[in-house]
């Protein structure tokens, strides 16, 4: 690990980033530029400690790939900068080829800006990347999870409890919708994880393996999404999506139907999330 340019890397990409540029609300003017160690730890999710110690080159043991990930996401780095992070910290960088799960900054700059709908990042595969709060608040923190349960499609699938949230009537359609944006993708990929992913629901799903003998193609663009939250009740929802160049990720937005209950509804998921410690 070479830790005197790991330490002015990260002190430079800090430095560069003001707190509008990761969706953070500014309180007069900063003595220093950039943001502060506090908020770029937050924003990774590791202790200011740790985080000052890299910068200040003290740190005494090669970062883990979590936190590397992390402060990828945190300083909002493109890919490049992000294999020299890699780098820096002593180990290889992802292979782009295989899974990598590095958000779009374009797409990440988006849903820092977003505070009043639900919006999510994900991959073509199903993968969810990022939330923001009020996504969070409405389908539950979905970034956490690896291997197949990380796909929405495998879980719709394969974990009755996956389909709770959604209208018994809206079943049917989800299940087509899903596999005919999942056709697309696999031949758009062309690669081993989406091959994976057919073959492990072919086998595991009855369901998934009559939709796929149907070879019906259709490319998600915007479409209608109704969810019956625990707390608040039905929310139906105009889903709209942003996409990255090669259409490996999509930044799905969420918008309140007119006319509905859904506005205030997300209102009060906002104001609940907020008031949690």
Same mark, same amino acid.
């Given at each position: 690990?070479?830790?005197?340019? =790991?330490?002015?890397? =990260?002190?430079?990409?800090?430095?560069?980033?003001?707190?509008?540029?990761?969706? =953070? #609300?500014?309180?007069?003017?900063? $003595?220093?530029?950039?943001?502060?160690?506090?908020?770029?730890?937050?924003?990774?999710?590791?202790?200011?400690?740790?985080?000052?110690?890299?910068?200040?080159? $003290?740190?005494?043991?090669?970062?883990?790939?979590?936190?590397?990930? !992390?402060?990828?996401?945190?300083?909002?780095?493109?890919?490049?900068?992000?294999?020299?992070?890699?780098?820096?910290?002593?180990?290889?960088?992802?292979?782009?080829?295989?899974?990598?799960?590095?958000? !779009?900054? !374009?797409?990440?700059?988006?849903? /820092?800006?977003?505070?009043?709908? &639900?919006?999510?990042?994900?991959?073509?595969?199903? /993968?969810?990347?990022?939330?923001?709060?009020? #996504?969070?608040?409405?389908?539950?923190?979905?970034?956490? $999870?690896?291997? +197949?349960?990380?796909?929405?499609?495998?879980?719709?699938?394969?974990? +009755?409890?996956?389909?709770?949230?959604? +209208?018994?009537?809206?079943?049917?359609?989800?299940? *087509?919708?899903?596999?005919?944006?999942?056709?697309? #993708?696999?031949?758009?990929?062309? /690669?081993?994880?989406?091959?994976?992913?057919?073959?492990?629901?072919?086998?595991?799903? &009855?369901?998934?393996?009559?939709?796929?003998?149907?070879?019906?193609?259709?490319?998600?663009?915007?479409?209608?999404? $109704?969810?019956?939250?625990?707390?608040?009740? =039905?929310?139906?929802?105009?889903?709209?999506?942003?996409?990255?160049? /090669?259409?490996? *990720?999509?930044?799905?937005?969420?918008?309140?139907?007119?006319?509905?209950?859904?506005?205030?509804?997300?209102?009060?998921?906002?104001? #609940?999330?907020?008031?949690? +410690?």
């Amino acid at each position: 690990m070479d830790t005197q340019q =790991l330490a002015r890397f =990260l002190r430079v990409r800090r430095e560069a980033l003001g707190p509008s540029d990761v969706g =953070l #609300a500014t309180a007069g003017r900063r $003595r220093t530029p950039g943001l502060r160690r506090e908020e770029v730890a937050a924003l990774a999710g590791i202790s200011t400690d740790y985080y000052t110690r890299l910068e200040q080159e $003290r740190a005494t043991a090669t970062p883990s790939e979590s936190v590397l990930r !992390a402060l990828t996401r945190a300083l909002r780095l493109s890919l490049d900068e992000r294999d020299h992070l890699y780098r820096l910290s002593g180990l290889n960088a992802p292979d782009r080829r295989r899974g990598d799960r590095h958000v !779009a900054p !374009a797409l990440l700059a988006v849903l /820092d800006r977003l505070h009043d709908v &639900p919006a999510q990042v994900m991959t073509d595969l199903g /993968d969810t990347l990022a939330q923001n709060h009020l #996504a969070r608040a409405v389908f539950g923190d979905l970034t956490g $999870r690896s291997g +197949p349960e990380a796909s929405v499609i495998h879980r719709w699938f394969t974990d +009755p409890g996956a389909r709770c949230g959604f +209208p018994v009537e809206d079943h049917t359609s989800e299940s *087509q919708a899903l596999v005919a944006d999942l056709r697309a #993708a696999v031949v758009r990929r062309d /690669d081993e994880p989406a091959r994976v992913l057919v073959g492990r629901l072919r086998r595991d799903s &009855p369901e998934f393996a009559a939709l796929w003998e149907l070879h019906d193609v259709a490319v998600m663009r915007s479409r209608r999404k $109704r969810i019956l939250h625990p707390e608040v009740g =039905l929310l139906e929802l105009d889903c709209q999506s942003m996409v990255d160049e /090669d259409r490996g *990720q999509i930044l799905a937005l969420f918008s309140p139907v007119a006319g509905t209950a859904t506005a205030e509804r997300l209102t009060l998921l906002g104001l #609940a999330g907020s008031s949690r +410690p």
